[in-house]
């Protein structure tokens, strides 16, 4: 069973889990109902990643050089952090909803403290653009995917950051050019990192890889644009240029099941929090809800 809403806007995340990001607003969707009622949170720049708090009571989103801390019932900014270096391109919030992770163009990932709007720590040592970072799920390890070009295929993409110290713990060697997107899976045994056309499973602890998930790797029309695991972590869900939605069974690397809705590319997924429902926005505007069989 498929959902659709629409709204005019660059890409998707959903109440249930989500809230659409664009060009300088963010909407946030509440589904009732008759349907989606949405809130907008204007902004000055682009919003270019969007994340809840633990809580779910403050929504965090970069644009420009800013961290933004939003309320999202009334729509008001409580914090605005501003970055000394150059475009943010991601955020994540701390499990324990005390730290906002943000990383850069500048190759570098911040931390803010968001009781008192430090900036508690800078993390070093990625070479080029960072698209992507993310709090494994007991908060003790911060992973952050970037950018490298063609003549550094020898540069990690792939780290794992001790938050507290700000310690490099890993390097991981993932085998391209861009990792976009992350997910640990819930029980923080294994991360999930694109690899452009392939999605790879990585032991946090060996920096082995665990599995990989490969589509037709004779087929170039596409690139993986999300990630997400389910709650009980029985699946993966990936969206693609495309505008597919594929689910994965991490145990076997077998595709479950793949759905067809967007004609345009899906750059965002989230779950409900009991699994039975997948969230995907796409940049055709839409962000259609999936009902999961089984869940």
């Not at 911040?110 to 653009?129: F, P, Q």
């Not at 997910?183 to 990989?212: C, F, M, N, Q």
């Amino acid at each position: 069973m498929q959902r659709k809403f629409r709204w005019k806007s660059k890409l998707g995340l959903v109440a249930v889990a989500l809230g659409v990001v664009a060009a300088g607003f963010v909407i946030v969707p509440r589904v009732l109902d008759d349907g989606p009622v949405p809130k907008t949170l204007q902004g000055d720049a682009r919003v270019e990643s969007v994340a809840w708090s633990p809580d779910g009571a403050t929504l965090a989103t970069v644009g420009g050089r800013e961290v933004t801390l939003w309320d999202p019932v009334t729509g008001g900014v409580l914090q605005t952090f501003v970055d000394p270096s150059d475009t943010l391109e991601s955020v994540a919030w701390s499990p324990d909803g005390t730290t906002v992770a943000s990383s850069s163009s500048d190759t570098t990932v911040r931390l803010w403290d968001v009781t008192t709007g430090d900036m508690a720590r800078t993390l070093e040592g990625h070479i080029d653009t960072i698209w992507s970072v993310a709090w494994s799920p007991d908060g003790t390890t911060l992973a952050s995917g970037s950018f490298v070009g063609r003549d550094n295929r020898e540069e990690p993409t792939l780290k794992l950051w001790d938050p507290v110290t700000g310690e490099l713990i890993q390097d991981i060697q993932a085998d391209n050019v861009s990792v976009g997107s992350l997910a640990w899976a819930p029980d923080g045994t294994a991360l999930a990192a694109d690899s452009i056309r392939a999605v790879k499973l990585w032991d946090p602890t060996s920096g082995e890889i665990i599995r990989t998930f490969v589509f037709d790797p004779d087929d170039f029309s596409y690139v993986i644009e999300a990630l997400a695991w389910s709650p009980d972590g029985g699946t993966l869900a990936t969206g693609t240029s495309e505008g597919t939605v594929r689910l994965w069974d991490p145990a076997t690397g077998d595709v479950v099941e793949v759905f067809d809705g967007h004609s345009d590319k899906v750059q965002s997924l989230a779950w409900s929090p009991d699994g039975a429902i997948l969230a995907s926005g796409s940049v055709d505007g839409t962000i259609n809800l999936w009902s999961i069989e089984n869940a």
